[in-house]
């Protein structure tokens, strides 16, 4: 359905996309993650039509609608876009908002479609409400179901939920994830809040400076992560030195498996891989505490300084300067070399 | 607040009541109706002077929504030479009272003036061989007045549109929506408000004006009031006439509060990346240029340089001791009714800072009403009062004591003061309101917290961070205590006479270029709040 290949955006003489490429199947939520500034709204705002490009190809099915010497007008691309600040008309009641981009229908069968937009995000009883009587979530559905309208081909959200209260973003992510996957919408949603992103999408993207580090799973991003960014940015975890001891590949936490390559110098370490063992000779100092109701969350020191995280039962409680036992138990080994890519 | 203390501070209920009391009076004038006079006035003058007002304010509205939206819309828009300086010379109208744009204009264009002078070189052609249009005409004051009046409508639509959240437009485009349509469905509806608001205040200007439809003799509202006064000395059909006036200015206020809070909604907030004017090209681009230019040299410059050059032609006239008296009276009246203002508006504001009942607050904020109102209209209300005070004192001295007292209060500076203090008071709070705004009662909590006395946290705390609204407020009032011509012409002692009169009454003797001297000194004093208004335009 979307087609993006060696992408390039320029703002002046400053790139602040390269090399981008993925692609979207028909149906499928993809998801763009990444802190601010990495570039990521400006890829949703150039596949709407509102950047031009310096290089690469933009294609919606099977119509180029972008590359450095074509641009297709936004009207029309068939896109629809869900802006941050939701961008409602303040002058126009819900209908009004809704029917905007439906023109072009008979009055009745606008009526018909404004209506049934409604219906699916559960606005039908203030469809005469002006806009700025509803609340931030309320909103948020107007310009879900505005966008939608139109039948678009494609829907782009650009952080769709920073405007929300934490509670709403979880239970709204959910309620959208229902409305497009019910409706077989292919969306492209920009969000820099991974719960956000793991709770709607399909596929998922890590972009830092400018460049698509992986497109894959929520599982693949967060247990086969392929460079150091993408691990340090999806999840919690620490990165343990390797270091070779007698022709030995050996951390902090005990020697790795012989298959290790020889040139790994740094270990991914999530905080489920780390067991709390009382009977354990491999002692870590409890630095802080924090409660996080089904468990505890613990940041620990080892002997040579390094520092480790895990998660224990709540009710089993140390004091923060206390040494416990621990028990290093991974299911697979990520490993990075000395440049931050995977081995 | 407790029942008790509420008597104990009259300040926040006598005050603003007794302020509202000379709007009061010109409605309470009906109370001694004269059927017979009414029956005169509506055979002969009254339909001249609603008409004439209402025509004037309608056209004069229309004409500067116009100019004043499409300048706003052509400087947001669009980039083209000049247009970062043209965004700040814009305004400078505004330090053109109307009355005097007037006479500068009758000078330049009747028949002696330098431009029929030109054309009749030009051509060759003599008296009465051909056709100029009338300056001294309805047509002729709705163009004077449109064009000093457009700021009005300019800063507000310019206020609006860059409130506009450029997301709004990349909404429609995805959408589907062309851009005439956007035009025409999400940017004028939204805009509209404002451009009604501006044109609110535009026409409540234009029923405030004496000076120009009295020197153009058109028979308006306004000077009929005049008319019955001294012509006819008919002082409850002048007050009566009044009130007439002052229920156009308040219905014109309700507009203007109305479409006000409606741009609140329409406002996106912080809009984040703002939009980028589109580079006009080539022809338009300098086509643009030249229509801006062209309205800032037919507002501003053409005017008020002719006065420069006029009252040089007479050096002497800026030293003459006429002058100088002049100048005394004016700024020390200026200076006087500023320090009263302030005062004033301080108790008020601080009042309704400290959490009145709703009534109070209610009351206070009706004591501003008086900017809305004609200045004749509140000499008028001043006046009444004030002399059937002076006549039952002076009726009671003499049968008790046999003295007679006189005009005691109503022919003296005391009445100009009070009638300049009802129509600015709203200037004066307004400015010191958004100053006190900023300090948060929280502040109040924590200086008393860090052991602040009252006094202390008034001298420590407020003081300091007040001083810049303090001086702003002082400005503008001082200029409109300046500038104000009507109220002053009606209440002034005998023979004390400001730069304002003595501009109207030279002027009227046709002495224009004797005019000169005093009115470019009030356009000078004009252009202090419009640099005012320009700094505060530019941090933002």
Same mark, same amino acid.
């Given at each position: 359905?979307?087609?993006?290949?060696?992408?390039?955006?320029?703002?002046?003489?400053?790139?602040?996309?390269?090399?981008?490429?993925?692609?979207?199947?028909?149906?499928?939520?993809?998801?763009?993650?990444?802190?601010?500034?990495?570039?990521?709204?400006?890829?949703?705002?150039?596949?709407?039509?509102?950047?031009?490009?310096?290089?690469?190809?933009?294609?919606?099915?099977?119509?180029?609608?972008?590359?450095?010497?074509?641009?297709?007008?936004?009207?029309?691309?068939?896109?629809?876009?869900?802006?941050?600040?939701?961008?409602?008309?303040?002058?126009?009641?819900?209908?009004?908002?809704?029917?905007?981009?439906?023109?072009?229908?008979?009055?009745?069968?606008?009526?018909?479609?404004?209506?049934?937009?409604?219906?699916?995000?559960?606005?039908?009883?203030?469809?005469?409400?002006?806009?700025?009587?509803?609340?931030?979530?309320?909103?948020?559905?107007?310009?879900?179901?505005?966008?939608?309208?139109?039948?678009?081909?494609?829907?782009?959200?650009?952080?769709?939920?920073?405007?929300?209260?934490?509670?709403?973003?979880?239970?709204?992510?959910?309620?959208?994830?229902?409305?497009?996957?019910?409706?077989?919408?292919?969306?492209?949603?920009?969000?820099?809040?991974?719960?956000?992103?793991?709770?709607?999408?399909?596929?998922?993207?890590?972009?830092?400076?400018?460049?698509?580090?992986?497109?894959?799973?929520?599982?693949?991003?967060?247990?086969?992560?392929?460079?150091?960014?993408?691990?340090?940015?999806?999840?919690?975890?620490?990165?343990?030195?390797?270091?070779?001891?007698?022709?030995?590949?050996?951390?902090?936490?005990?020697?790795?498996?012989?298959?290790?390559?020889?040139?790994?110098?740094?270990?991914?370490?999530?905080?489920?891989?780390?067991?709390?063992?009382?009977?354990?000779?491999?002692?870590?100092?409890?630095?802080?505490?924090?409660?996080?109701?089904?468990?505890?969350?613990?940041?620990?020191?080892?002997?040579?300084?390094?520092?480790?995280?895990?998660?224990?039962?709540?009710?089993?409680?140390?004091?923060?300067?206390?040494?416990?036992?621990?028990?290093?138990?991974?299911?697979?080994?990520?490993?990075?070399?000395?440049?931050?890519?995977?081995? | 607040?407790?029942?008790?203390?509420?008597?104990?501070?009259?300040?926040?209920?006598?005050?603003?009541?007794?302020?509202?009391?000379?709007?009061?009076?010109?409605?309470?004038?009906?109370?001694?109706?004269?059927?017979?006079?009414?029956?005169?006035?509506?055979?002969?003058?009254?339909?001249?002077?609603?008409?004439?007002?209402?025509?004037?304010?309608?056209?004069?509205?229309?004409?500067?929504?116009?100019?004043?939206?499409?300048?706003?819309?052509?400087?947001?828009?669009?980039?083209?030479?000049?247009?970062?300086?043209?965004?700040?010379?814009?305004?400078?109208?505004?330090?053109?009272?109307?009355?005097?744009?007037?006479?500068?204009?009758?000078?330049?264009?009747?028949?002696?003036?330098?431009?029929?002078?030109?054309?009749?070189?030009?051509?060759?052609?003599?008296?009465?061989?051909?056709?100029?249009?009338?300056?001294?005409?309805?047509?002729?004051?709705?163009?004077?007045?449109?064009?000093?009046?457009?700021?009005?409508?300019?800063?507000?639509?310019?206020?609006?549109?860059?409130?506009?959240?450029?997301?709004?437009?990349?909404?429609?485009?995805?959408?589907?929506? !062309?851009?005439?349509?956007?035009?025409?469905?999400?940017?004028?509806?939204?805009?509209?408000?404002?451009?009604?608001?501006?044109?609110?205040?535009?026409?409540?200007?234009?029923?405030?004006?004496?000076?120009?439809?009295?020197?153009?003799?058109?028979?308006?509202?306004?000077?009929?009031?005049?008319?019955?006064?001294?012509?006819?000395?008919?002082?409850?059909?002048?007050?009566?006439?009044?009130?007439?006036?002052?229920?156009?200015?308040?219905?014109?206020?309700?507009?203007?509060?109305?479409?006000?809070?409606?741009?609140?909604?329409?406002?996106?907030?912080?809009?984040?990346?703002?939009?980028?004017?589109?580079?006009?090209?080539?022809?338009?681009?300098?086509?643009?240029?030249?229509?801006?230019?062209?309205?800032?040299?037919?507002?501003?410059?053409?005017?008020?340089?002719?006065?420069?050059?006029? !009252?040089?032609?007479?050096?002497?006239?800026?030293?003459?001791?006429?002058?100088?008296?002049?100048?005394?009276?004016?700024?020390?009246?200026?200076?006087?009714?500023?320090?009263?203002?302030?005062?004033?508006?301080?108790?008020?504001?601080?009042?309704?800072?400290?959490?009145?009942?709703?009534?109070?607050?209610?009351?206070?904020?009706? !004591?501003?009403?008086?900017?809305?109102?004609?200045?004749?209209?509140?000499?008028?209300?001043?006046?009444?009062?004030?002399?059937?005070?002076?006549?039952?004192?002076?009726?009671?001295?003499?049968?008790?004591?046999?003295?007679?007292?006189?005009?005691?209060?109503?022919?003296?500076?005391?009445?100009?003061?009070?009638?300049?203090?009802?129509?600015?008071?709203?200037?004066?709070?307004?400015?010191?309101?958004?100053?006190?705004?900023?300090?948060?009662?929280?502040?109040?909590?924590?200086?008393?917290?860090?052991?602040?006395?009252?006094?202390?946290?008034?001298?420590?705390?407020?003081?300091?961070?007040?001083?810049?609204?303090?001086?702003?407020?002082?400005?503008?009032?001082?200029?409109?205590?300046?500038?104000?011509?009507?109220?002053?012409?009606?209440?002034?002692?005998?023979?004390?006479?400001?730069?304002?009169?003595?501009?109207?009454?030279?002027?009227?003797?046709?002495?224009?270029?004797?005019?000169?001297?005093?009115?470019?000194?009030?356009?000078?004093?004009?252009?202090?709040?419009?640099?005012?208004?320009?700094?505060?335009?530019?941090?933002?």
């Amino acid at each position: 359905m979307l087609t993006i290949k060696q992408l390039e955006l320029q703002y002046g003489q400053t790139r602040v996309v390269q090399d981008f490429s993925l692609g979207l199947a028909t149906g499928q939520i993809g998801c763009l993650l990444g802190p601010s500034g990495s570039g990521k709204s400006s890829v949703l705002r150039a596949i709407a039509g509102f950047e031009p490009l310096s290089q690469g190809e933009i294609w919606l099915g099977e119509t180029l609608v972008s590359a450095a010497t074509v641009q297709l007008p936004p009207e029309r691309r068939k896109v629809g876009m869900v802006f941050q600040d939701y961008a409602l008309f303040p002058h126009l009641t819900v209908a009004g908002n809704v029917g905007f981009g439906l023109h072009q229908l008979p009055a009745t069968q606008r009526r018909q479609r404004v209506t049934q937009m409604l219906e699916l995000v559960g606005l039908a009883e203030l469809a005469d409400r002006a806009v700025h009587q509803l609340s931030g979530g309320q909103q948020q559905r107007v310009a879900l179901a505005r966008a939608l309208a139109p039948a678009p081909a494609l829907l782009l959200l650009d952080e769709p939920f920073s405007g929300l209260d934490a509670d709403l973003r979880d239970a709204l992510a959910r309620d959208i994830r229902q409305i497009l996957k019910h409706e077989g919408i292919t969306a492209l949603l920009v969000t820099h809040d991974q719960h956000e992103a793991f709770a709607m999408a399909d596929q998922l993207g890590v972009m830092v400076q400018g460049q698509l580090q992986q497109w894959g799973s929520a599982y693949e991003l967060y247990h086969q992560p392929v460079n150091r960014f993408v691990a340090e940015f999806i999840g919690e975890g620490h990165l343990l030195a390797v270091q070779q001891l007698a022709g030995q590949a050996v951390t902090a936490l005990g020697p790795l498996p012989l298959t290790a390559p020889a040139d790994a110098t740094w270990l991914l370490v999530r905080p489920e891989d780390i067991a709390h063992d009382d009977d354990s000779p491999l002692q870590a100092r409890v630095i802080s505490t924090a409660f996080r109701g089904s468990c505890y969350h613990y940041e620990l020191q080892l002997l040579n300084g390094e520092l480790l995280s895990c998660q224990l039962q709540s009710h089993h409680c140390h004091a923060s300067g206390e040494w416990i036992g621990i028990r290093a138990e991974l299911a697979h080994w990520v490993l990075f070399s000395a440049t931050g890519s995977r081995k | 607040m407790r029942a008790s203390a509420f008597w104990r501070h009259p300040q926040w209920w006598l005050l603003p009541a007794c302020l509202l009391l000379p709007l009061l009076v010109v409605y309470v004038s009906w109370g001694q109706f004269d059927a017979r006079l009414w029956s005169h006035l509506a055979t002969t003058v009254l339909p001249d002077y609603l008409l004439n007002s209402l025509l004037l304010a309608a056209g004069a509205g229309g004409l500067a929504a116009l100019l004043g939206a499409s300048l706003a819309w052509l400087l947001h828009f669009y980039q083209f030479p000049g247009r970062r300086l043209f965004q700040l010379l814009l305004i400078l109208p505004l330090a053109l009272p109307a009355y005097i744009i007037a006479y500068s204009y009758t000078a330049l264009l009747d028949f002696s003036g330098p431009l029929q002078q030109g054309l009749r070189q030009l051509t060759g052609l003599g008296y009465g061989d051909y056709w100029f249009p009338q300056v001294r005409s309805v047509g002729g004051a709705i163009c004077l007045f449109a064009l000093v009046l457009y700021p009005y409508v300019y800063l507000l639509t310019r206020a609006a549109l860059a409130g506009q959240s450029p997301r709004w437009q990349e909404a429609s485009q995805i959408l589907g929506v !062309s851009r005439r349509r956007y035009f025409w469905a999400v940017l004028l509806p939204l805009t509209r408000p404002a451009v009604f608001g501006g044109m609110a205040l535009v026409m409540m200007e234009v029923f405030a004006d004496y000076g120009t439809v009295q020197y153009f003799g058109i028979p308006t509202l306004t000077t009929g009031i005049f008319r019955t006064w001294f012509g006819m000395n008919d002082r409850s059909g002048a007050a009566q006439l009044s009130s007439l006036l002052c229920t156009l200015a308040l219905a014109l206020m309700l507009l203007e509060l109305y479409s006000r809070r409606q741009l609140r909604f329409y406002h996106a907030g912080q809009a984040g990346k703002t939009l980028q004017p589109q580079k006009l090209k080539g022809v338009r681009a300098w086509l643009a240029t030249f229509a801006v230019s062209l309205v800032l040299w037919l507002a501003f410059f053409w005017p008020a340089l002719a006065l420069l050059v006029w !009252s040089l032609e007479t050096p002497a006239a800026w030293l003459s001791l006429d002058y100088l008296q002049l100048l005394g009276n004016s700024l020390s009246l200026a200076a006087l009714s500023t320090v009263l203002l302030l005062v004033v508006a301080l108790v008020l504001v601080y009042g309704l800072r400290q959490g009145l009942p709703a009534w109070q607050q209610l009351l206070i904020r009706l !004591s501003g009403l008086g900017y809305a109102v004609p200045g004749t209209v509140i000499a008028i209300g001043v006046m009444w009062p004030l002399s059937a005070f002076d006549n039952w004192l002076d009726l009671f001295m003499e049968q008790q004591f046999g003295v007679r007292t006189g005009l005691l209060l109503s022919g003296t500076v005391l009445a100009l003061l009070l009638a300049y203090l009802v129509r600015f008071l709203a200037v004066a709070m307004q400015a010191l309101e958004s100053g006190l705004s900023q300090i948060k009662p929280s502040m109040d909590q924590a200086a008393a917290s860090l052991g602040c006395s009252r006094w202390q946290l008034l001298r420590r705390l407020h003081l300091p961070l007040l001083k810049t609204s303090l001086w702003t407020a002082a400005l503008l009032v001082f200029v409109d205590v300046l500038k104000e011509l009507p109220a002053t012409l009606l209440l002034r002692p005998f023979n004390f006479d400001t730069l304002a009169v003595r501009t109207f009454e030279l002027a009227s003797d046709e002495q224009l270029a004797a005019a000169a001297v005093p009115a470019l000194t009030i356009v000078l004093a004009g252009l202090l709040p419009v640099i005012l208004l320009n700094k505060a335009a530019l941090k933002n």
